[in-house]
């Protein structure tokens, strides 16, 4: 739902949807930056003003007009934070009065309310004449056999888990490096 903001392009949808699908992998309070389908910027933290302190920190260059998207509340703090910088698409499913009305001060800026999603079961493209369709990966995690010496810890693990989501929604080869539920390249 579309609450503020400026007319949404085509590539501001390729970026919404990359975002929503990025965030849809996480339950705990998890901040995310988007920016050319690919996130710069993730953490997730006990509140929402770590999560998104722990995601920009990550590359606020990369960072700049991006896509920002919460899967918890914005608050008035976390938005006065999120203010300081341009973002072209904020999205969460649910604002505080007063975060909207800061978050709003910024014209141009698209503020999207996120409702429930269900993630499509395929996935299609359009290319020369005719269409690519293939099943979504919705594979969260696979228990594997420990095949080095040094067995990883329950916390590495976690966030062995934490990286391969993010994986799974960059472009290209990628490499996700991840510590404590964050980002870090």
């Given at each position: 739902e579309k609450l503020a903001g400026k007319e949404i392009s085509y590539n501001n949808i390729l970026d919404i949807d990359a975002a929503i699908n990025l965030i849809s992998e996480f339950e705990e309070t998890t901040f995310a930056i988007i920016k050319?389908?690919?996130?710069?910027?993730l953490a997730t933290r006990n509140n929402s003003i770590e999560a998104w302190e722990d995601a920009i920190a990550v590359d606020k260059l990369s960072a700049f007009g991006g896509i920002i998207i919460s899967n918890s509340k914005i608050d008035l703090s976390t938005a006065e934070e999120i203010n300081k910088m341009?973002?072209?698409?904020?999205?969460?499913?649910?604002?505080?009065?007063?975060?909207?009305?800061?978050?709003?001060?910024?014209?141009?800026r698209i503020i999207l309310k996120q409702k429930k999603y269900v993630v499509p079961k395929y996935e299609f493209k359009t290319l020369l004449n005719g269409v690519l369709f293939q099943e979504k990966d919705s594979l969260v995690y696979v228990e594997n056999k420990c095949v080095t010496n040094e067995v990883?810890?329950?916390?590495?693990?976690?966030?062995?888990?934490f990286a391969y989501k993010i994986v799974k929604h960059s472009k290209s080869n990628s490499i996700v490096i991840a510590k404590n539920k964050q980002l870090i390249s």
């Open positions: 050319h389908n690919n996130p710069c910027g341009f973002f072209e698409v904020i999205i969460a499913p649910e604002f505080d009065n007063s975060a909207l009305d800061i978050l709003k001060s910024k014209k141009n990883p810890t329950e916390k590495e693990l976690q966030d062995l888990i």
